[in-house]
């Protein structure tokens, strides 16, 4: 039985997938389609698509997300954007330290942990990604990679800002893969993070903080994942490219 003291929160990530054009008529259907959703729901979407995003998302439910943002507000950073910037259309989440960006763009813990303050000082609420891959699996370790993820994460993250943060648990071998982690294994995992940031940051922290699932979630087993104790929604990839799968998905959250 979940508490209910925390949101749902369905967020799709979008990766480098769609243009403006296409991103607006996916985030109309997706409008169309929606019926007073029980869960917040969130699109993030690449970069250049935020202005047609938000565009799109005015006048509804659907909560603007980014993929990505640098610490500092301005500079010599070819390439990157700042969480102040993001400000400027309304984007009110943020994926932080996905695990393709830490596996082909060298992000590091420690920027993982920079990104996300400087998201938090901007009020934008980061979706901070943990998760072990298949070796660390394999080898009983994935516990400890999660824990050292986390505790670098929310380095200088004071107690009272762990509200406006989320944390989602995206084990690297499930993502894309079709290889969803069962619910148990899910579970056991967010479990796992919410005792560590109770531990991190106390138990009102513990309490409030969302902790989201990503890894092959699909309209098909959305429901059984979104209906464990400690899973407070979903990041959700590829199921998240077509508006009548992620409706579903939407729907699943009860
Ligand atoms: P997937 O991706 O749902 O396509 O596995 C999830 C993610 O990487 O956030």
Redesign the pocket.
Known sequence: MKIGTRPVIIAG?W?MNKTPMEAMQLINDIKDGLNSPKAKVVVCVPAIDIAAAAAACEDSCIMLGAQNCHWEKSGAFTGEISAQMLCAYDVRYC?IG???RRQYFGESDKSVNLRAIACIESGIVPII?VGENLEQRQAGAEFDTVKSQLEKALENIAPQQMENVVI?Y?PVW????GKTATDRQAQEMCAFIRSLVKELKGDESARKTAVLY?????RSNAAALLSMEDIDGG??????LKAEDFLKIIDSAK
């Open positions: 990530n990766k994926v996905h695990s393709e990604c989602a995206e499930a993502i894309g893969t990503g890894g092959s979630m699909n990041l959700i990839g590829g199921a998240s």
